[in-house]
């Protein structure tokens, strides 16, 4: 990989491409940085996102269990009413 140039020995025309060569590709890096940043920062606020929307979820469930205790609770309590009703329709019938 060489470039065909006419320096005339003294090395300024090579310097001068090199230092060209070097910007274009401190550039390149530049831009690629740049849009890596712009990626992850996309990426942390849909991963922020997600983590909001599961814990919306989290709290929705544990809200679901607390109201299964309070209606299971409220089913032993009708099935014991239950028991002493007929209990009494039973021990009064006689």
Do not use: P
Request: charged residues 30%; negative net charge; hydrophobic residues 45%.
């Amino acid at each position: 990989m060489t470039a065909e140039c006419n320096d005339n020995g003294n090395g300024k025309v090579t310097l001068a491409l090199l230092g060209h060569k070097v910007d274009a590709l401190t550039k390149t890096l530049e831009d690629f940085i740049k849009e890596e940043r712009v990626y992850h920062q996309a990426n942390d606020d849909r991963v922020h996102d997600l983590e909001k929307v599961q814990a919306r979820q989290d709290e929705r469930i544990e809200n679901l269990k607390a109201q299964a205790k309070f209606w299971l609770s409220a089913e032993g309590v009708a099935a014991v009413f239950a028991m002493f009703v007929a209990l009494f329709k039973v021990g009064g019938g006689k």
